[in-house]
């Protein structure tokens, strides 16, 4: 059985490593994601979504990973290949089965916006 720990672990790694396919089979078939930019109710759409940011995405540099039972939190600056170079993030995990069913990111959403406008990537 695999723990929350290594599940969130699991879900930065496939992302640097573009395995998209393997992202979708850590989420929940009943997945939400709420964020300052974007909301998807379907893991389909936020792999989607992960998939066209795969150009700007390098690296998670996470600072800390708290996790309780089938919660977690994680503290990280995204290594990006923009202007920004650097964007500090937190995310809220749920865990059901096993499988992550809801991320709740928060980050400042300005530089993102000024960047790309109101949509990211």
Known sequence: MTTTHETIRAFYANIENKDFASVRGLLHDDFSFRGPIDTFDSP????AKLAKLEG???SFRVRHLFVDGERGCCVYELITATPLRESPVTEYFELRDG????I????????WIALFGKEEG
Do not use: F, G, K
């Not at 709740?104 to 530089?111: G, K, M, V």
């Open 44 to 47: 389909d759409a936020l792999v």
């Open 56 to 58: 700007v995405t390098e």
């Open 99 to 102: 499988r992550i069913s809801a």
């Open 104 to 111: 709740h990111a928060h980050y400042d959403s300005r530089p």
